[in-house]
């Protein structure tokens, strides 16, 4: 009896990774299409540090489900995204061009906003709680409809300044 009932929440965990998959997908694009609204925006292969924390199981399964999508490169427009997986507690080391912050990481992503204000990095994530604590400066929704989130402080001091236009479209704390 128990094997059946494994068996059966297994396949029914299977049937749902292709809507997630493809929602991760549809909310990473609306993050770099976001980002191309920057005054200065990324240009060329940039290296994305998906940030995670290794003994968190939705936050590591995140940032491996990220680092799948890029693998070859993430495309939007001339802007080219490579991934690196970054341990929170190898933030120090990273050399990357923008960070993707996975989510369920609690208090323990503000070492990320102390770095982020020292490097000018912008910081992207899908935890909406991480953008109004400050710890990251755009969070990003695809569904049930786009929500696109801006920690107007957190992104001053990362140095991500949007153009005017597109700030009529977001919603600025």
Not at 139 to 152: F, M, T, Y
Request: a neutral charge.
């Amino acid at each position: 009896m128990r094997s059946k009932l494994w068996a059966l929440l297994v396949s029914g965990a299977l049937m749902a990774l292709p809507a997630a998959a493809e929602d991760s997908a549809t909310t990473l694009l609306v993050a770099v299409r976001a980002l191309s609204f920057l005054q200065h925006p990324l240009q060329g292969e940039v290296i994305v540090g998906i940030v995670y924390q290794p003994g968190n199981a939705q936050s590591a399964l995140e940032a491996k489900q990220l680092d799948a999508m890029m693998e070859d490169g993430f495309r939007a427009g001339q802007l080219v995204l490579r991934p690196r997986l970054i341990a929170l507690d190898e933030l120090a080391n990273s050399n990357v061009g923008l960070y993707f912050l996975t989510s369920d990481l609690g208090h323990a992503a503000a070492a990320l906003a102390q770095l982020d204000r020292s490097r000018k990095i912008p910081c992207v994530t899908t935890d909406i709680v991480q953008v109004q604590d400050g710890n990251c400066a755009m969070g990003v929704r695809a569904l049930p409809r786009v929500q696109i989130l801006v920690n107007r402080a957190a992104a001053a001091a990362s140095g991500m300044t949007f153009s005017e236009a597109f700030r009529v479209m977001i919603t600025e704390l």
